[in-house]
């Protein structure tokens, strides 16, 4: 990830909760700026409690203006409703993106400084938004952000909701601002409100540009959730607040004259043709994750394979990849592996899943065992190819544990799923429903007498993988090192590791 994506530390994130007691303050210094409506004297508009550094201005409106969230949105759900519920199904749901970039996004997200989450929409934009070239525009955005901002604190100072972290015990995305959230009420979502609000003023400005806007305003919501910060509720209400808040703006002559001067100010910007300030191509791979996963996961539970296996491993891979470079390397989403069993589970399941097979592997003492790596094989794939491996013949002990762990994932296997368990599908549907018939017969076609302990090394052309199947073989021995459960990817590859255990004695 950039630097963008690398989150602040509590000096450089938003503390609007606490800028609710200067409203008043900065509302009775401000100055008559306008001149026919729109502000004309940037320079002499009040900070608004410019000590915490965030670069956002008095708003526009009077503070008996700003929308009432006590008196727009609902209560929060209540504990044991389904309402509630959803709330818990959403949060275990994020769990799993936990070390992804889509939650190295969502805790950079968190950081509200004002030139920063300004540039958190330039990707969408295509564009740098500064205060140079933008100055209006820049003003604009500042000071709405104080507007928009309070418009939640009815709420949050009513109802007093507690965040997720404090009663689900997980971790939440930046533990550094722990104690300023746990202070600061959950409902409704005050980052959502402000995400949603600037989504909403810049695609008035930019509508060629509207879709990608209102996504990442949308996005940075939702980011709310994957850092275990808020509710799926306190961001649907958040929303609400945000755009409820941009609907009464709009109503206030000095911000319609000043999106107007906005307005030609983002066609400039818009023509200089100037790269996103951020990589684009990252945060759309980090927010194609979304902000949840499946509440079904496609899983592979496998044994790693000590130094051994996997030096012989890299010499096989490089010797395809010579012949093939189009072939896959041996890497973070390829790792050299052992399938024990593939099946489709509950995403919610996943925890209890892992501690009935921690049982299992505590009690096999797996790193003892002794496996003969004896042939090379491959599995034709179609179009002249094939994925090659090196074979280990199946012993009594592997047999065993084999079998002990499908024992203990049967009561989460959920023996079919859908294209959405898997990290990610394919532009053939045809292949998709090859992959979910394989997972969801693995325990039939790939346990017991059918198993075939196998670590896949690469592919390449039949041509080759016929020649290294009949070359001479000199076997060797290995042991496992590790037993780990990843999400399966695209072509049923172990892409995302979810669960880990060092198999040492």
């Not at 001149?35 to 201005?57: D, K, M, N, V, Y």
């Not at 402000?194 to 996504?215: C, H, M, Q, Y």
């Not at 759309?284 to 079904?296: N, R």
């Not at 294209?419 to 549907?429: K, L, N, S, V």
């Amino acid at each position: 990830m950039d630097m963008k994506h690398q989150h602040r530390t509590l000096l450089n994130v938003s503390f609007i909760g606490v800028l609710a007691l200067g409203l008043l303050s900065a509302s009775a210094i401000a100055k008559d700026i306008s001149i026919q409506g729109r502000t004309t004297e940037l320079g002499t508009i009040p900070a608004f409690h410019p000590e915490h550094g965030l670069g956002s201005l008095q708003g526009y409106l009077d503070p008996k203006a700003i929308p009432n969230s006590l008196a727009l949105i609902p209560p929060p759900p209540a504990p044991g409703s389904a309402a509630f519920a959803l709330d818990e199904e959403v949060a275990r749901n994020s769990f799993a993106l936990r070390g992804t970039p889509r939650f190295a996004l969502a805790a950079a997200d968190f950081d509200l400084k004002l030139p920063h989450f300004v540039a958190d929409f330039s990707c969408a934009l295509n564009a740098q938004i500064t205060k140079e070239d933008c100055p209006y525009l820049y003003n604009l955005l500042c000071r709405s952000f104080s507007d928009i901002g309070m418009s939640t604190y009815a709420a949050k100072n009513f109802y007093k909701r507690a965040r997720p972290f404090q009663q689900n015990g997980e971790p939440l995305a930046v533990p550094e601002a722990r104690t300023f959230l746990e202070k600061d009420p959950s409902y409704p979502s005050g980052h959502t409100a402000l995400g949603w609000g600037f989504a909403l003023i810049l695609s008035e400005l930019a509508p060629e540009r509207a879709d990608a806007i209102l996504a990442r305003g949308r996005a940075f919501g939702e980011s709310r959730i994957v850092c275990n910060h808020h509710w799926f509720s306190d961001v649907v209400w958040g929303r609400a607040m945000g755009a409820a808040t941009v609907a009464r703006l709009h109503a206030d002559p000095t911000f319609r004259a000043d999106i107007e001067a906005a307005r030609a100010e983002m066609a400039a910007i818009c023509a200089k043709g100037l790269p996103a300030t951020f990589d684009s191509k990252t945060e759309a791979a980090a927010l194609a994750l979304g902000f949840q996963a499946s509440s079904v996961s496609a899983i592979d539970i496998l044994l790693e394979p000590d130094a051994t296996m996997l030096k012989h491993a890299a010499a096989n891979n490089a010797r395809l990849l010579k012949a093939y470079p189009q072939g896959f390397a041996l890497d973070a989403t390829h790792a050299p592996h052992i399938t024990m069993l593939q099946c489709f589970v509950r995403t919610a399941d996943l925890d209890k899943l892992y501690a009935a097979e921690e049982k299992v592997l505590a009690a096999a003492n797996v790193s003892a065992m002794k496996l003969e790596a004896f042939k090379c094989y491959y599995i034709p794939t179609g179009s002249g190819l094939g994925v090659a491996g090196i074979c280990a013949r199946p012993t009594p002990e592997i047999l065993k544990l084999q079998a002990d762990i499908i024992a203990a994932a049967s009561p989460f296997n959920l023996r079919d799923g859908p294209i959405g368990a898997f990290t990610a599908g394919h532009d053939d549907p045809a292949i998709d429903a090859a992959i979910i018939k394989y997972v969801s017969t693995f325990e039939q076609l790939g346990a017991g007498e059918h198993f075939n302990p196998h670590v896949s090394t690469g592919n390449a052309p039949t041509a080759l993988l016929d020649q290294m199947t009949v070359e001479p073989f000199e076997s060797f021995t290995f042991s496992p090192a590790g037993a780990a459960v990843y999400q399966l990817g695209p072509f049923g590859t172990a892409a995302k590791k979810l669960k880990e255990w060092d198999l040492k004695p």
